[in-house]
């Protein structure tokens, strides 16, 4: 009876596909813009899949009448609802594009670094993800010469299926299939600014991948400013047992006094934040609300957080990179 209760949910949105899907795709090449932000305008929005496809019916979403779709290295793309087609081209944004710097490396010769994440298993110092925020961890170059992103490692904490049996390292843990996106950026004047790379990195986490997940970036050629670098994190939803983003439910309507209220959902895992490290490196944004604006993770701007009144601002998490030696 469980299975079928899970089964509902994921038939009725397969009877919306089937006559909502809509297809972002890059004007010139025809090819899939992959995990575009689709905003709705009222603080809430949706992602596009790994297809460019994304789901929107009136009947889903009756209170919408325009889009506002955004994707790295594209035009921003602004349509009506009632204009909505199968099929929507984006087109590529040259001058950002040409502004990507390219490195060199003269020397060979490294030796890799490791800045360990901060893991911990305590619910209670965790964040929910939920598909409007975004969080971006600041690393400052603190020494000489040219580094290489090897490696990110993002700590997780894992939840037990009995909350009696959590403290026991083999209780059995809740299941997940979620699917994640890295964004990486400069800093600007001590804030995430311009993005260093205009490719989409994603990765997909279960319960099975422990409680830290170790994601190889070295083919991607992204190299640490001497002014430090952000490195972001972002739920796109579940997936399916082939990775692959489901149409996942991206809020619950709950009934007030003033009508229905709409609660972004959290999606697993938590992600655990520490309190080990002094400064304030933390960032996070609303992803279709305030302008898209980044803002510390402080007192003032999260004021009722139960991790700021617990004294844990930052997300712990690490990375590994190639430190080239100068001849």
Known sequence: ????????????????????????????????????TVSFGNGQGVFADEDGMFLFTKKMYADVDSLFITSL???????????????????????????VVIYSVKHKTY????????????YYKCWLPTIESEIAVFFPNSNKGVKQLNQVHFPIALESQDWDKRKRKNAEKKPFSTLFKVNFYNNNNGAPGEPLLYENVVFRVTEKDGDQYDLDVSGHDIFIPKTGIFISIQVL?????????????????????????KIP????????????????????????????????????????SSLIRQGVKNYGMGISFKLFEDE
């Open 1 to 36: 009876m469980k299975k079928l209760h899970l089964l509902l949910p994921l038939l009725l949105l397969s009877g919306l596909a089937h006559q909502a899907q809509t297809y972002i795709l890059d004007a010139a090449t025809k090819e899939a813009v992959p995990y575009a």
């Open 73 to 99: 290295g594209y035009k921003n793309l602004n349509i009506a609802t009632t204009k909505l087609a199968d099929t929507l081209l984006m087109t590529q944004e040259i001058d950002q594009l040409d502004e």
């Open 111 to 122: 030796e890799v670094e490791t800045l360990k994440p901060y893991l911990d298993d305590d």
């Open 237 to 261: 939803g579940y997936t399916n047992e082939n990775g692959k983003l489901l149409p996942n439910k991206k809020y619950k309507e709950i009934k007030g006094r003033q009508g229905l209220v």
């Open 265 to 304: 959902t959290n999606f697993r895992p938590l992600l655990p934040f520490t309190d080990e490290i002094a400064s304030h490196r933390t960032y996070t944004k609303r992803v279709f609300l305030h302008n898209n604006a980044w803002v510390q993770f402080n007192r003032a701007s999260a004021p009722n």
